[in-house]
Every structure is written in C-alpha cells, then in structure tokens.
C-alpha cells in the first residue's frame, strides 16, 4: 500500500496517443507522485518526453530508462508500482478504441490497480469491478484518480482480483463457448 508516495507505472510504446505529458506534468505538480516509464519511441518523441523531464526538475521521481524490459526482469522493475497508467487518446479513428489494449491486462497480472481514459471497451469492466478510475486527460482529473486510489487502495487490490476472476481465461472460455460443448 502507498504511504506517503505512490508509484505510478506505464509500459509500453511512446506515443504521442498515450498522454505522456499529462503524466510528466502530474508529477511536476504532486510531489507526491513517482513514476516509471519503460518503453521507448521515435527519436523525437522520446526527446520530447526527456526534455519535460528536466524541464521540470523531477528526474529523480521519473524512471525513464528508453528501453524494454521483459519477463521476470520486468516483473522486478515494476514490484514497487502501485498503480498501471493507460491515457490513450479517446477517439473513434484511434486503434485502441476498438482494440483490447495488451498493457492493461499487462498492469492487471502485475496486480496494479488501473487508472485510464475511456477509451476501449475494457473500462466498463474496471468500472464494473472497481479495479480502477477511468480519467478525462487532464492533470485536474489524474491528479484527483490518484489521491482516491491512494486514499481506497485496498478496495481497488480487491476489485483488482474480483477483475482478474473475471477474466480468467479457463472460466471466461469456458463459459464464452458453452454453446460449442452443448452443441
């Protein structure tokens, strides 16, 4: 559970799409907040996202080491994290608003509560089991997600399981092709 910081944690790739800078921006403005950034980019946006980080001042609460990391070195890197970020941009021309998105069922193994926009289908079911916010992308929203999360983050691990039962892929499989066993 977070005490006094809370851990913040986006994996995957750097786009523009994923609202970085709002992230970079929260712990600018919450001196509360860390965050580590694994995953790279395109040159330039990865500049971009380096450039903010000494902006302003907070390469010690930001992890940002441009690169991957992947199976039980992942799992390590992110042991500390409390909470998986998903800002994907909410729009009908955008691959995640019909896509299932991997890095949050990525966060949900990790045993991160989930805090994104609603933008995928997969939002509703945070919602459903209290796994998580869903946040409009601004440093207002985010910041007020965190500081509830903070605040009920028991209740979150526990909706994080009941999401996690859900989505079991015996049962979910099962019960999804009943009607092939049936026949």
Do not use: W
Not at 143 to 164: C, D, H, P, S, V
Request: hydrophobic share 40%; with cysteine.
């Amino acid at each position: 559970m977070p005490h006094q910081t809370i851990r913040l944690c986006f994996i995957g790739v750097l786009v523009e799409s994923q609202g970085i800078d709002f992230l970079l921006n929260v712990v600018a403005k919450n001196k509360e907040v860390k965050l580590k950034l694994i995953g790279t980019g395109e040159r330039a946006v990865v500049a971009k996202y380096k450039k903010l980080v000494e902006r302003y001042k907070i390469s010690d609460r930001v992890f940002f080491p441009n690169r991957f990391y992947y199976g039980s070195e992942l799992a390590r890197i992110v042991s500390d994290c409390h909470v998986g970020v998903g800002l994907y941009t909410i729009d009908p021309n955008a691959v995640t608003y019909y896509a299932d998105p991997a890095k949050i069922k990525q966060y949900a193994e990790f045993g991160l509560p989930i805090l994104m926009t609603d933008a995928a289908e997969v939002a509703q079911y945070l919602k459903r089991f209290h796994a998580g916010i869903i946040v409009e992308r601004n440093v207002e929203a985010i910041n007020r997600a965190i500081k509830e999360m903070k605040e009920n983050y028991t209740a979150y691990l526990a909706g994080l399981k009941r999401f996690n039962e859900y989505f079991n892929y015996r049962k979910y499989y099962k019960k999804a092709f009943r009607f092939l066993e049936e026949g």
